[in-house]
């Protein structure tokens, strides 16, 4: 082809083209009512419109997929609390369980009839001493012997023989008082049966020898008396006052060797041993009241 062609070619699709422009513009306004254009470029938008009225609801859509789980709320306040419901079925009876503790006594059940009388058996053993009891009611006034109640001790002896053995007692066999008897003649002895205060004395004959004599309290001497021969009958004497015990026993006897000159008439009670209870100890006078009421 030549370029004249080429030129008329184009020449004629832009005819077209302008024809096709044109008559699309005034179909265009001929439906809508608006002015006609011939041929125009579009121009710049205008301001929006008001908005239409809203259309009719549209059909349901089709259910969503569920979405995912929200977070947990707060812990509500604790609430009242409900009625008690009503009480179930009996479950099943398990299984016998393992055997609890002992429980508490149970009340004591009514008493049962007397038995028989069982056969008797043997002795128990003896029980341990039970404590003093109570002191009973005071009894009737009892016959008074308080003179029975009084200890009483007293003896006066002699001899018969003259010029005694030295360091043992000297037996005054001549008996003249013995209250109670306890002076015994055969060993020469006082013993003594109420602890007290008691008073001893002796009165000796001496002749033809010196005489040393004293006074023993269970062996140890209480009194020495030493008296010289003159060529004539003289007498000797001590006394003295001392405490005793139960069982003390008291004598004469000559201390030194060669020394009795104790002289004793057979007749006569010239050479004399003598001894008397004062007052016996006030505690044992006591506990002898306590025992004889």
Known sequence: MTGCQNLKMWVLMGVVC???CVFGQLFESKLKGAPRLICSVPGSPGLPGKPGPSGALGA????????RDGRDGRKGEKGEKGDTGLKGRVGPTGKIGGRGDRGPAGKRGPTGENGG???????GPDGEKGDKGKRGPRGTAGICKCGSLLPKSAFSVGITSS???????IKFNKVLFNE?????PQTGKYICAYPGVYYFSYDITLA?????IGLVQNGQYRIKTFDANTGNHDIASGSTVMYLNPEDEVWLEIFYHDQNGLFADPGWADSLFSGFLLYADTNYFDTLAEDYA
Not at 117 to 123: A, D, M
Not at 163 to 169: A, F, G, R, S
Not at 208 to 212: D, E, F, P, Q, T
């Open 18 to 20: 302008l024809c096709h």
């Open 163 to 169: 010029y005694p053995p030295e360091k043992i007692p």
């Open 180 to 184: 109670g008897g306890h002076y015994n």
């Open 60 to 67: 349901d859509g089709n259910v969503g997929i569920p979405g």
């Open 117 to 123: 009388v069982g056969q008797l058996g043997p002795p």
């Open 208 to 212: 033809n020898k010196h005489l040393a």
